[in-house]
């Protein structure tokens, strides 16, 4: 079965930091690959998402992940943390062609003014 | 964007009882939605997927009998958990998106809170 790993658990920045979350997936077939955000108080909202093309993506809020095959790993990453930017973070994947997830257990992201 | 209800936001109830969770699209029509738990600290595991009009497609592990789900709409799911006992207490959360492909996004409601006395 499909798994998904997140390494960070909580991670604490301060404003203008850099931020790199790691995911990794374990599923050797095509993939499509997702980052939700959850802001405190409020649902699920798609940061982005990856199915196919460069593996570059950008996504609302200036976040952008970078799919790398070799490694099935999918890191969202952000050059200049704000503070409005704390949440917690999930990536999540799902096979081609179905569209059921599989989320990682999430990072809550703390940023610190 | 599109927006997806959960009632109630919150309920505890007795152990034994049956406890009712609804899902609704509110300005979308939802051919599937999604059904999933989040026990504190750890991810979301998805539980069924619903097409309107017919039977949901439960995950292994998930007792259907149990964990019953009604997609008689284009706008609503529930879901009940019948006879609920302490460690059903959980966060359910519902999903909803509009058509039929992987491409299709979907979109999450804000979670109901279920505490099982």
């Known amino acids: 079965a499909q798994s998904v790993s997140q390494h960070n658990h909580h991670v604490i920045l301060s404003e203008a930091a850099s931020l790199e979350l790691g995911c990794n997936y374990s599923?050797?077939?095509?993939?499509?690959l997702f980052w939700y955000v959850q802001y405190p108080g409020q649902h699920l909202q798609l940061l982005l998402k990856y199915f196919s093309g460069d593996p570059l993506v950008k996504g609302i809020k200036g976040f952008e992940a970078e799919f790398i095959k070799s490694k099935f790993s999918f890191n969202l990453r952000k050059p200049s943390v704000q503070w409005s930017d704390t949440a917690e973070y999930f990536c999540a994947v799902s096979l081609t062609g179905r569209r059921a997830l599989t989320f990682g257990s999430g990072t809550r992201l703390q940023v610190q003014p | 964007g599109a927006v997806v209800s959960q009632h109630p936001s919150r309920v505890i109830c007795k152990s034994g009882t049956s406890v009712k969770i609804e899902c609704r699209s509110l300005?979308?029509?939802?051919?599937?939605m999604f059904w999933y738990r989040q026990f504190p600290k750890q991810s979301l595991m998805l539980m069924a997927t619903s097409n309107e009009g017919s039977k949901a497609t439960y995950e292994q592990g998930v007792e259907k009998d149990k964990f019953l789900i009604n997609h008689a709409s284009l706008t609503l799911s529930t879901l009940t958990v019948t006879s609920a006992h302490p460690e059903d207490s959980s966060f359910y959360i519902c999903?909803?998106?509009?058509?039929?492909?992987?491409?299709?996004?979907?979109?999450f409601g804000p979670g109901t809170r279920l505490t099982v006395l």
């Open positions: 300005d979308f029509q939802a051919t599937t």
């Open positions: 599923y050797g077939g095509t993939v499509n």
């Open positions: 999903s909803a998106s509009s058509g039929g492909s992987s491409y299709n996004e979907q979109f």
